[in-house]
């Protein structure tokens, strides 16, 4: 498609979409036309995209006619009414929010692990949860060496996580501490400056949160086990930029660290920084603005003898979202 792609960005001024838009950029996706979308509030405001800038419109079908791919982060409720919509109007709908990812007939894409899952789209591609995606990545190349029966994973997630409002939440409170004020939270539940949140969102009856839920079933669909036992507890922490997840793996054949370090080391989109000793291993700081998910303290689990423990950090505005939706819309225009 020499001459380029109609593409719309739906969401375009949240944390999502702003990042969409320049990774868009970075990979020199070739558009022809760019449309930003966002809400009512913000029709008529402009977004930039190539140093252009671009007008955001109101969401309806005839904005879309023409548009080829449309890359959704407007949330869920948006995106069950939209994506339809936009399908209907002839673009492929590249989709980041919870709202088709467990429909069997959406595929749920991470295209180092399952591209070949696109091909079965009807006008809708969901991109994963921001955490599953950080943690499915590294679980990919093990569960094929290996085989892994269970997991158990606790994620560290940045405020990021929960948009531009939730950026807001954690800097308010971090200058109202530096000038002795009240720290108020206006968009998490509780403070967040200086504490941890183990609630990312509603709890379901069993006492887990429907975060925790979209680990266990995403990681499932997209590595195509439904049998995997998977353990989670998801929980906000005050960074910015970021999600970590402490992982336990348990496979049927045993893998040696060292063994592990190579799988990995070699998967695409992961890197390998770990040595412990000489204080480097990835962290938040370090990982942010970047593509690939880095990988460290891997080492064999002391209490069972086919256990590894490992600890992954992913900028979830680029891999966990932004990104990953980029490499669908590759993978569409490649199909
Ligand atoms: P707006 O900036 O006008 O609120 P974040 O995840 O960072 O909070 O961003 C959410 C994105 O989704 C923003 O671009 C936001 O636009 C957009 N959005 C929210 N509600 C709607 C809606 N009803 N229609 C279209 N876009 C929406």
Not at 55 to 64: D, K, L
């Amino acid at each position: 498609m020499a001459s380029g792609v109609t593409i719309a960005v739906v969401g375009a001024t949240g944390a999502a979409g702003q990042t969409t838009l320049k990774i868009l950029e970075e990979r020199k996706f070739p558009v022809r036309e760019l449309r930003a979308f966002a809400s009512e509030r913000s029709v008529g405001k402009t977004v930039s995209f190539r140093g252009e800038d671009i007008r955001v419109a109101r969401v309806e079908p005839a904005a879309f006619k023409g548009v080829e791919i449309a890359i959704c982060s407007a949330g869920t409720a948006q995106a069950k009414e939209y994506a339809p919509m936009i399908a209907r109007a002839g673009a492929v709908v590249v989709d980041k929010s919870n709202a088709w990812r467990m429909d069997p007939k959406v595929p749920l894409v991470v295209p180092e692990i399952n591209p070949h899952a696109v091909r079965t789209h009807r006008g809708i591609v969901a991109s994963p949860n921001c955490t599953t995606i950080v943690a499915v990545m590294p679980l990919k190349p093990l569960h094929d060496a290996a085989r892994i029966r269970r997991v158990v994973a606790t994620s560290y997630q940045s405020v990021s996580g929960a948009g531009v409002n939730g950026i807001d939440d954690l800097r308010q409170q971090a200058l109202a501490w530096a000038r002795g004020e009240a720290m108020v939270p206006r968009h998490f539940a509780h403070r967040i400056a200086f504490n941890l949140i183990p609630a990312i969102d509603a709890f379901a009856p069993d006492g887990y949160t429907g975060e925790e839920w979209k680990l266990i079933n995403e990681t499932r669909k997209i590595l195509e086990a439904p049998d995997l036992m998977i353990s989670p507890t998801t929980v906000r922490v005050p960074v910015f930029t970021c999600h970590s997840v402490a992982v336990n793996v348990e496979t049927e054949e045993k893998i040696t660290a060292a063994r592990a370090r190579e799988l990995l080391g070699r998967f695409p989109g992961l890197k390998v920084w770990d040595e412990p000793a000489q204080g480097r291993y990835p962290m938040p700081v370090d990982v942010e603005g970047q593509d690939d998910c880095w990988v460290g303290r891997v080492r064999e689990d002391l209490s069972h003898p086919r256990a590894l423990n490992f600890w992954v950090v992913g900028d979830q505005l680029r891999k966990g979202a932004a990104t990953n939706a980029v490499q669908i819309a590759e993978l569409l225009l490649a199909t």
